[in-house]
């Protein structure tokens, strides 16, 4: 009954959802998540680096940058070999799509898939699909996911890489949509699936059409697992909203970056529901550990083999 709504709901929001643009970004947790990565295509090769955080990411010319969070000097050099983690506190930047994907997978090895399913506007927005071109333009995605396959460490898998330049990651139709794809199609072939999640939650542009992602990908990952596949959520900074109350917290392993803002809304808007002081840095990848909503926490530099791992003893 609820499989058949969903697939229902499935297919209602791809009828109202492609063909059309649409605009801005709603960032759910009530302007939780700021900013965001740079990114570019889906080829595994960095192209536009330069662009990909508002902090650190905006790494400049200079031989040395500021750190946006212990706030010494560091080497720029050392700061992109080592995938924009800094080398004095650690902290992990964001990262755009082909950053993600030059640090996680095989050289060569990522070919993306469902490139063709691109955002609409189904309110008719205003503004929405202006804002839709301009951002296309900007980061060179057409949507705020790139989905494909790759191998990692040798271990074939799909993989599916969020980026926050796009509309803080919002969840559109088209974002759900692609998602969708890629667990059946990992399904059908018997891979498991790997995500690196950021996002801000659901996309206002696109109201309720961008809700119902929330139980369409869920659904989607409900019948993955129930056919044996494994599915590893890598949550990143930040992981908020409609997605962290979806199919982020719903892989079979769930690893995060350090540091990273993990949450559903605001500590104003919590602390005004349940009118109780929440603790500091409740919403971070450590706290949630803690709490056991994360399996591990792991620095950028181990992530490549920790996937490879993972996949291996579960091939
Ligand atoms: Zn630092």
New binding site residues.
């Given amino acids: 009954m609820i499989r058949d709504l969903l697939k229902k709901a499935r297919y209602t929001s791809v009828a109202a959802g492609h063909g059309r643009p649409a605009a801005g970004a709603d960032a759910g947790a009530d302007g939780l998540a700021k900013s965001a990565a740079g990114s570019d295509g889906s080829d595994g090769t960095v192209k536009s680096a330069g662009t990909a955080t508002k902090s650190?990411g905006s790494v400049g010319t200079g031989a040395t940058i500021p750190?946006?969070?212990?706030?010494?000097q560091?080497v720029r050099e050392e700061f992109l070999k080592a995938y924009k983690v800094?080398?004095?506190?650690?902290?992990h930047e964001r990262l755009s799509v082909p950053e993600r994907l030059q640090a996680t997978v095989d050289p060569g090895s990522f070919e993306s898939l469902f490139d063709e399913i691109c955002p609409t506007n189904p309110l008719h927005f205003p503004g929405y699909t202006q804002k839709i071109e301009t951002l296309k333009k900007k980061t060179g995605l057409s949507e705020a996911v790139v989905t494909g396959r790759c191998t990692i460490l040798g271990a074939a898998a799909m993989l599916a890489v969020m980026d926050s330049r796009f509309l803080m990651a919002s969840m559109g139709g088209a974002v759900g949509e692609k998602l969708v794809r890629l667990f059946e199609l990992a399904g059908k072939e018997g891979l498991p699936i790997v995500v690196f999640i950021a996002s801000g939650g659901a996309r206002m542009q696109e109201g309720i059409h961008s809700l119902m992602q929330m139980a369409k990908v869920s659904g989607a990952v409900g019948v993955h697992g129930d056919g044996g596949g494994l599915y590893i959520a890598v949550l990143t900074d930040p992981t908020t909203g409609g997605v962290t109350a979806s199919f982020a917290m719903l892989g079979d392993i769930i690893l995060a970056e350090p540091g990273a803002l993990i949450g559903f809304t605001g500590r104003r808007v919590i602390e005004g529901t349940i009118r109780q002081k929440l603790p500091d840095g409740f919403q971070s990848a450590e706290f949630q550990q803690d709490c056991g909503f994360v399996d591990s926490i792991v620095p950028r530099a181990r992530l490549r083999e920790t996937l490879g791992k993972l996949l291996a003893w579960h091939a």
Avoid: V
Wanted: aromatic residues 0%; glycine residues 14%.
């Fill in positions: 650190a750190c946006p969070s212990c706030g010494k560091i800094c080398p004095l506190c650690g902290r």
